[in-house]
C-alpha cells in the first residue's frame, strides 16, 4: 500500500511526463500490475485531457476586441462628459461675473454722469443741514412744541 500512496503522488507528473525515465518505467510498471491506480490514473487522465482541451480552444477575439472597445468608448465618454460638465460651470460662472462686473461698471458710470450734470446745471445751494429726527422737520412735533 505504501508503493500504491507515492505512486498515486507521482500520476500528475507521470501524465505529463515531467518524471525521469527510470521513475517513469517504475509507475508504468506499477500501472500494469495494479487496477486501482490503473483505474485511478485513468480518471486522472480523463479530467486533465478535459482540461488541455480547454485550455487550448481558441478564444473569439472578435467578441473581446468589441467589449474592449466599447469598455473603453464608455470611459472615454465618462471623462469627456466629466470634463465638459466643469468646463459649462467655469464658463456659466465666468460669464456672470463678468455680467456683474459689467453692469455695476456702467451703473457709477452712468451715476456720475448724471450726477454731475444735476450739479452743473442747477443753482440751488443748500444752506441748511437737516439731521435725521430734525425738531423743525417734523411737522406733529413742531406744532406742539410751539403751542406750548
Not at 465638459?84 to 467655469?90: G, N, P
Not at 451715476?111 to 437737516?130: D, L, P, R
Request: aromatic share 10%; proline share 0%.
Amino acid at each position: 500500500m505504501n508503493d500504491c500512496t507515492k505512486i498515486e503522488n507521482n500520476l500528475i507528473f507521470f501524465y505529463y511526463k515531467e518524471l525521469n525515465k527510470e521513475k517513469m518505467e517504475q509507475i508504468n510498471v506499477h500501472l500494469l500490475n495494479c487496477s486501482k491506480c490503473e483505474i485511478l490514473y485513468n480518471q486522472l487522465a480523463n479530467s486533465l485531457s478535459v482540461i488541455d482541451i480547454e485550455k487550448n480552444t481558441d478564444i473569439d477575439l472578435l467578441l473581446t476586441n468589441k467589449i474592449i472597445e466599447q469598455v473603453l468608448l464608455v470611459e472615454k465618454n465618462k471623462k469627456g462628459k466629466n470634463n465638459s460638465v466643469v468646463f459649462k460651470k467655469l464658463i456659466q460662472t465666468t460669464l456672470t461675473v463678468a455680467a456683474i462686473s459689467v453692469g455695476i461698471f456702467f451703473g457709477v458710470f452712468i451715476g456720475g454722469f448724471y450726477e454731475s450734470a444735476n450739479i452743473a446745471n442747477s443753482n440751488f445751494e443748500q444752506t441748511e443741514v437737516f439731521y435725521f429726527n430734525d425738531l423743525e422737520q417734523e411737522a406733529f412735533l413742531s406744532e406742539i412744541i410751539n403751542n406750548e
